[in-house]
């Protein structure tokens, strides 16, 4: 149980560039499903039954040993109404919290403002990766931002300051051409200074670090050891941040896809296993996501880009089932060929906010949007 010595902590996964959602949780009684994949349908006998309904793809074996303890809640049908197929639009509509305009601040941002009001904590929020997300950004909120926390404890100061610097360029030109200059870029330079001031306090995770988790050499493998070891050296993080991809599958998507999640899939397994072996799992949730889901029909080799998509919660705290309903897939029902969302992502986001880190989720979401609860113990 989450305590006030052990307060909760979220992991967010972006699964970067759209996630095929109707091969990841498959409704393998479904003919439709058969019918519109020609090319990349999964025969029956491979796939991973979860329970009469649904399945998940044969590469995604870890998950679905997690959905078998109970811990792993599947939100189906998540996304935002008047869907865009833009991934940049998309992106920014899940890191904003902003469907109707192009937002500035972050919904992570808010949520450590939130959490640390008086920045006390430079290490409130840790992303590892490259650059940093927009869901992130928010004015006089430090993120402590490194692509590699082994490696970056390692640096010469020289290197140290060209590995700053690169990633300093990096955010300059992800966010300088979608929102000009003036203001708004002052702060988000400013943002992108302060990404890099907590880079420091991280270096004693390696050192306090010990686990009998081998993890692969994927680099969603290297990032989720990196969050745990973050985690465990007790810095007092409550927001880490990844990704991983590109699930932007156009073409040979069946070695692509297979390839991403079984990476995915082992990293996140080993990841829980890792804190759950040293006790540190019990104030973690993960939440899993992606800017969108891909079209049902395939296009003889990929999918292009689609509407509704599939998200994922796990953690001990988590009340593992299915929530929100599967899209319709008659072809009638679809929207220029794709599922329509029938979960709006704010109200996940308002769960996880309430629920979990018990903060306000008006403020952050911009209203308010409901889902299913989806932890234990809350009504």
Same mark, same amino acid.
């Given at each position: 149980?989450?305590?006030?010595?052990?307060?909760?902590?979220?992991?967010?996964?972006?699964? @970067?560039?759209g996630?095929?959602?109707?091969?990841?949780?498959?409704p393998?009684?479904?003919?439709?499903y058969?019918?519109? /994949?020609?090319? !990349?349908?999964?025969a029956?006998?491979? =796939?991973?039954?979860l329970d009469?309904?649904?399945?998940? *793809? #044969? $590469?995604?074996?870890?998950?679905?040993?997690?959905?078998k303890?109970?811990?792993?809640?599947?939100?189906?049908?998540?996304?935002?109404?008047?869907?865009?197929?833009?991934?940049?639009?998309?992106m920014?509509?899940?890191h904003?919290a902003?469907?109707?305009?192009?937002g500035?601040?972050?919904?992570l941002? /808010?949520?450590?403002?939130e959490?640390?009001?008086?920045?006390?904590? #430079?290490?409130t929020?840790?992303?590892?990766?490259?650059?940093?997300?927009?869901?992130?950004?928010?004015?006089n909120?430090?993120?402590?931002?490194v692509?590699?926390?082994?490696t970056?404890?390692? !640096?010469?100061?020289v290197?140290?300051?060209?590995? /700053?610097?690169?990633?300093?360029? %990096?955010?300059?030109? =992800?966010?300088? $051409?979608?929102?000009?200059?003036?203001?708004?870029?002052?702060?988000?330079?400013?943002?992108?200074?302060?990404? !890099?001031?907590?880079?420091?306090?991280?270096?004693?995770?390696?050192?306090?670090?010990?686990?009998?988790i081998?993890?692969?050499?994927s680099?969603?493998? %290297?990032?989720?050891?990196?969050?745990?070891?973050v985690h465990?050296?007790?810095?007092?993080? +409550?927001?880490?941040?990844?990704?991983?991809?590109?699930?932007?599958?156009h073409? $040979?998507?069946? #070695?692509?896809?297979?390839?991403l999640?079984?990476?995915?899939a082992?990293?996140?397994?080993?990841?829980?296993?890792?804190? +759950?072996?040293?006790g540190?799992?019990?104030n973690?949730?993960?939440?899993?996501?992606?800017?969108?889901?891909? %079209?049902?029909?395939?296009?003889?080799?990929? @999918?292009? *880009?689609?509407?509704?998509?599939?998200?994922?919660?796990?953690?001990?705290?988590?009340?593992?089932?299915?929530?929100? /309903?599967? #899209?319709?897939t +008659?072809?009638?029902?679809?929207?220029?060929?794709d599922?329509?969302?029938?979960q709006?992502? %704010?109200?996940?986001?308002?769960?996880?906010?309430?629920n979990? !880190?018990?903060v306000?989720?008006?403020?952050?979401?911009?209203?308010?949007?409901?889902?299913?609860?989806?932890?234990?113990?809350?009504?």
């Amino acid at each position: 149980m989450v305590t006030k010595e052990k307060p909760p902590v979220i992991v967010v996964l972006q699964l @970067t560039g759209g996630n095929d959602y109707f091969n990841t949780i498959i409704p393998y009684n479904d003919n439709n499903y058969y019918d519109s /994949r020609p090319s !990349l349908k999964v025969a029956q006998e491979d =796939m991973l039954t979860l329970d009469q309904e649904f399945a998940m *793809h #044969p $590469a995604m074996g870890p998950m679905s040993d997690i959905y078998k303890t109970g811990e792993m809640a599947i939100i189906h049908g998540i996304g935002y109404p008047n869907s865009t197929r833009s991934h940049f639009r998309a992106m920014d509509i899940w890191h904003t919290a902003e469907p109707d305009k192009v937002g500035t601040e972050g919904w992570l941002g /808010r949520v450590v403002r939130e959490l640390d009001p008086k920045g006390e904590n #430079p290490v409130t929020a840790v992303n590892i990766g490259q650059g940093l997300p927009r869901a992130l950004v928010a004015p006089n909120v430090s993120v402590a931002s490194v692509a590699d926390v082994e490696t970056y404890g390692l !640096l010469t100061s020289v290197e140290e300051e060209a590995a /700053r610097n690169k990633m300093l360029t %990096r955010f300059s030109n =992800m966010y300088g $051409a979608a929102l000009g200059s003036g203001p708004v870029m002052d702060y988000l330079g400013q943002t992108g200074i302060d990404a !890099l001031n907590g880079a420091d306090i991280l270096k004693v995770a390696p050192e306090k670090y010990e686990s009998p988790i081998e993890y692969s050499n994927s680099l969603i493998a %290297r990032n989720l050891r990196d969050v745990a070891s973050v985690h465990k050296a007790g810095l007092g993080t +409550r927001v880490f941040y990844t990704q991983q991809g590109s699930y932007d599958t156009h073409g $040979a998507q069946a #070695p692509t896809f297979s390839k991403l999640w079984t990476e995915a899939a082992a990293a996140i397994q080993d990841f829980w296993d890792d804190l +759950r072996i040293s006790g540190h799992h019990d104030n973690v949730v993960m939440f899993i996501f992606s800017e969108f889901g891909r %079209r049902v029909k395939d296009n003889g080799s990929g @999918t292009d *880009h689609g509407s509704a998509g599939v998200s994922f919660v796990i953690g001990p705290s988590v009340k593992g089932g299915m929530y929100s /309903r599967y #899209p319709e897939t +008659r072809s009638e029902a679809l929207d220029q060929g794709d599922l329509v969302p029938n979960q709006d992502f %704010r109200g996940v986001y308002s769960t996880l906010l309430e629920n979990w !880190l018990e903060v306000e989720a008006a403020p952050i979401v911009n209203g308010t949007f409901s889902s299913e609860n989806f932890f234990v113990g809350v009504n």
